[in-house]
C-alpha cells in the first residue's frame, strides 16, 4: 500500500507560537493531500484540500490565515498553525490521495499538537 | 440527514463471533466505498474499498454494497480482541468529495 509520513509525531509549544506539521508521500505523487483534525473521542473534521501548485481549499469554519497549507512539491504539503493558541490542541492527520486506486486515501500516522 | 452515518456503539461482540457494522449515506450518485480502521490515539488504516453492489471479501473482512438501498456494511468474521478498535465508513460522493463518517466503536469480549 502508499505510505504516507508526518512529522513531528507529537509537538508541544507556547501559547502564540507556530508550529509547522510536514506530511510526505514516500512512494508514490500526491497532487491532492487532506488535512484533518481529531478531537479526543471525536470523528475526523476535514479542514482542508491541499493541491500541488495552487491554493488549498479550506472547509467552511477553518481560519485560512490561522493554518496556513503550502504543497509545494508532488510529495510535500505543509499545515502551519500560526499563533497557537491551547483551543488548537488536537490530533492532526493528513492523507494523500491515490487516483490509480480510486482515490483512496491513505493517512500519515499523525501529529499530537499540545498548546500550553 | 448527515451525508454518511453510523451507529456510534459501542458494539461489543464475543470473540469468534461475526461482527456486522453498518453506514448509510445519502448522495445517491456515490461511487466508491471505503472501510478504516482506527486504534485509540492512532490514525486510520484502510481494511478495503468497493465499488461494486455485492460482496468483496479480503481475509476475515467482507464489505457489502447496496447502490439501490444506499447501504454498505463490513463484516468481520472471528472477531478478535485486536479487531477492537473505531471502525470508519467514507463515501466518495457525485461531487469527487470523500465524507467521512463519524465512526462505529466495536469492541470484542476475550
Known amino acids: 500500500g502508499a505510505v504516507v509520513s508526518q512529522h513531528p509525531s507529537w509537538v508541544i509549544c507556547k501559547s502564540g507560537t507556530s508550529v509547522k506539521i510536514e506530511c510526505r508521500s514516500l512512494?508514490?505523487?500526491?497532487?491532492?493531500m487532506f488535512w484533518y483534525r481529531q478531537f479526543p473521542k471525536q470523528s475526523l473534521m476535514l479542514m482542508a484540500t491541499s493541491n500541488e501548485g495552487s491554493k488549498a481549499t479550506y472547509e467552511q469554519g477553518v481560519e485560512k490565515d490561522k493554518f496556513l497549507i503550502n504543497h509545494a512539491s508532488l510529495t510535500l504539503s505543509t499545515l502551519t498553525v500560526t499563533s497557537a493558541h491551547p483551543e488548537d490542541s488536537s490530533f492532526y492527520i493528513c492523507?494523500?490521495?491515490?487516483?490509480?486506486?480510486?482515490?483512496?486515501?491513505?493517512f500519515g500516522p499523525g501529529t499530537r499538537l499540545t498548546v500550553l | 440527514q448527515k451525508e454518511v452515518e453510523q451507529n456510534s456503539g459501542p458494539l461489543s461482540v464475543p470473540e469468534g463471533a461475526i461482527a456486522s457494522l453498518n453506514c448509510t449515506y445519502s448522495?445517491?450518485?456515490?461511487?466508491?466505498f471505503f472501510w478504516y480502521r482506527q486504534y485509540s490515539g492512532k490514525s486510520p488504516e484502510l481494511i478495503m474499498f468497493?465499488?461494486?453492489?455485492g460482496d468483496k471479501e479480503d481475509g476475515r473482512f467482507t464489505a457489502q454494497l447496496n447502490k439501490a438501498s444506499q447501504y454498505v456494511s463490513l463484516l468481520i468474521r472471528d472477531s478478535q480482541p485486536s479487531d477492537s478498535a473505531t471502525y470508519l465508513c467514507a463515501v466518495k460522493t457525485s461531487y469527487d468529495k470523500v465524507i467521512f463518517g463519524p465512526g462505529t466503536s466495536l469492541s470484542v469480549i476475550p
Open positions: 492523507s494523500a490521495d491515490l487516483p490509480q486506486s480510486g482515490d483512496t486515501q491513505y
Open positions: 512512494d508514490f505523487q500526491a497532487t491532492t
Open positions: 448522495d445517491r450518485g456515490s461511487q466508491s
Open positions: 468497493i465499488y461494486s453492489n
